[in-house]
């Protein structure tokens, strides 16, 4: 079973940038799919962004044309870009891995888990 651990996180102001990093353990990371999720204070959790072992990235909405997904499978690592951030953005962000094809939006889809790093956007 893989184990990731995220880092990257912090306090940034509106307009500005950050990048998490998401470190995988374990065997055949390159052949999982890896999302990023995020959860605001007293919401649900919700899904960011997803690529799976062929590079397909999916977006929600929400972050299009502003975050990016990427992987760098020689280092068991995947990133998650984030530009131009926004108050809304604030949330602890997850990452998640899945073996198989599909690079899912739903949650319940994913078996590995980190155990999530905050990032607070100042206005």
Request: positive net charge.
């Amino acid at each position: 079973q893989v184990q990731l651990a995220e880092s990257g996180g912090g306090l940034v102001q509106v307009g500005g940038s950050l990048r998490l990093a998401c470190a995988a353990s374990g065997r055949d990371f390159s052949k999982k799919a890896v999302a990023w999720f995020r959860q605001a204070p007293g919401k649900e959790r919700t899904f960011v962004t997803a690529i799976n072992w062929a590079n397909t990235t999916v977006y929600a909405d929400s972050v299009k044309g502003r975050f990016t997904i990427s992987r760098d499978n020689t280092k068991n690592t995947a990133y998650l870009q984030m530009n131009s951030l926004k108050p809304e953005d604030t949330a602890v962000y997850y990452c998640a891995a899945r073996g198989g094809t599909f690079a899912y939006k739903d949650a319940s889809e994913y078996e590995a888990w980190g155990r999530g790093t905050q990032v607070t956007v100042s206005s």
